[in-house]
């Protein structure tokens, strides 16, 4: 057996992700040494539907403010503040937010925040190193990961390896609950026709609830096109994501009429999405999962990036506390948990509930979105309290 390259680092962060990436810029002159190993290179895709909340400039400012200035100079994406609500009764209507996301391909989003992580001093990616263990030995406060080759040692190990990772898998084991996954599925198409100016739609068809059919713009005329639903209703509805996906371009008759000329780019690809409407283990001895890993996805809209990059900066600072206080415990980590589900748990609860009522009841979102389409004072509440 040939002999393994043994490395020696402070933190170990394992997937370079939003969720990696950010984890590592948090610890950007930390003084600490910081691994991240990540199985892919880059540039690389993750299938997703490449919307990317409005708040990850703060996100990034709160870090460094050069970070937010990088952001404003990364040109691959295209502006959305409006987002459009159709209803299976083809009825629709649009709310304005105050600030602006933005949708940008994946392979373009992801190496924007890999270069920016992989230029600090302290900061040393490892491409093409797919994790296959970690051990946690608390009482000598030592974690070892261990790619095909190499051991990386160090004295915390940072899960951002996604949602089937293996960090979680090998340390915590959080089981799969249907009610709390999504399955969905996207494909990149041009040409598609009445993409209106800086919005993104949403669009509730017949037979896939709860979950939802989106076109997302991209630059160059391109659209990320696909649909998502949970999958406990996939399962119990014996539901096939990529038949509804071509039936929708095809048959659904006000967005047949959109894609008549539009053409495919690559693949229709699929991925799983776990959802942040249950709490899971995310941190204990030497040890924190961010983002996917951590089940952190938004139940109702599927958003994950932003939380993945909001959990990787809390991991991050956590980090360098337990370094500056000497302290790996799990007590200590739980500092972290509570910063991410201060953040996120009462609006991933209260989207569930909205998730759970609307999925159970058509009529009810038709109903609503009639009513927000004719009456202003209801859409201005409604955006009031999305806003
Ligand atoms: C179809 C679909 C549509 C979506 N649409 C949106 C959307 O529009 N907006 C939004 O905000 N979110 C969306 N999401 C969710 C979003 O994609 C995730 O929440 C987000 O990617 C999470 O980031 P992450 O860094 O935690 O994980 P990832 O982005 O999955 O990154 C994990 C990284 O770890 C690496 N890795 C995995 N295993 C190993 C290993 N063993 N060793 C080393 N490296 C490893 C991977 O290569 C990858 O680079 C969507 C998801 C899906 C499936």
Redesign the pocket.
């Given at each position: 057996m040939s002999e393994r390259n043994e490395k020696l680092f402070d933190v170990i962060i394992?997937?370079?992700?939003?969720?990696?990436s950010t984890c590592a810029l948090a610890l950007a002159d930390s003084g600490l040494k910081v691994a991240v190993?990540?199985?892919?290179k880059f540039p690389?895709d993750?299938?997703?539907?490449?919307?990317?909340?409005a708040y990850v400039h703060k996100v990034l400012n709160t870090i460094n403010p050069k970070f937010k200035d990088a952001l404003s100079e990364f040109k691959e994406k295209v502006m959305v503040d409006t987002c459009r609500i159709v209803a299976p009764n083809a009825n629709a209507f649009d709310i304005t937010f105050s600030q602006s996301g933005f949708i940008s391909t994946?392979v373009s989003w992801?190496n924007f925040l890999y270069e920016l992580a992989s230029v600090q001093n302290n900061i040393t990616y490892f491409l093409n190193?797919?994790?296959?263990e970690v051990i946690i030995d608390s009482t000598k406060c030592e974690t070892i990961v261990q790619?095909e080759h190499t051991s990386f040692k160090g004295k915390i190990v940072i899960g951002?390896?996604?949602?089937?990772?293996?960090i979680n898998k090998k340390i915590v084991g959080t089981k799969p609950d249907l009610n709390h996954y999504s399955g969905?599925?996207?494909a990149y198409y041009k040409n598609v026709t009445g993409i209106p100016d800086r919005t993104f739609e949403l669009h509730f068809i017949k037979g896939l609830s709860p979950g939802y059919f989106?076109i997302?713009p991209l630059k160059d005329n391109l659209a990320?096109v696909?649909l998502?639903a949970l999958s406990a209703s996939i399962s119990k509805q014996k539901l096939n994501l990529r038949k509804i996906f071509e039936d929708a371009i095809h048959n659904v008759s006000y967005l047949k009429e959109r894609f008549k000329d539009a053409e495919q780019i690559g693949q229709l690809e699929?991925?799983?999405?776990p959802l942040g409407s249950r709490k899971v283990v995310m941190s204990g001895d030497n040890f924190m999962l961010?983002?996917?890993?951590a089940s952190?996805?938004d139940p109702l809209?599927?958003?994950?990036?932003?939380?993945?990059m909001v959990s990787?900066r809390y991991a991050g600072w956590q980090a360098k506390k337990c370094f500056d206080q000497n302290n790996f415990t799990g007590t200590f980590m739980k500092q972290y948990d509570k910063l991410v589900y201060d953040k996120f748990w009462a609006r991933h609860r209260k989207n569930y509930l909205i998730q759970q009522m609307i999925g159970k009841r058509e009529w009810l979102l038709n109903g609503v979105v009639n009513l927000t389409s004719r009456n202003r004072f209801i859409k201005d509440l409604l955006m009031r309290a999305l806003n």
């Open positions: 394992c997937g370079g992700g939003p969720a990696g190993i990540e199985k892919q690389r993750k299938v997703c539907g490449d919307a990317i909340a994946r992801d190193h797919a994790v296959t790619t951002c390896d996604g949602a089937h990772s293996i969905a599925v996207r989106w997302f990320n696909g998502g699929g991925f799983g999405l961010c983002g996917d890993a952190l996805i809209s599927g958003e994950g990036i932003g939380q993945a990787g």
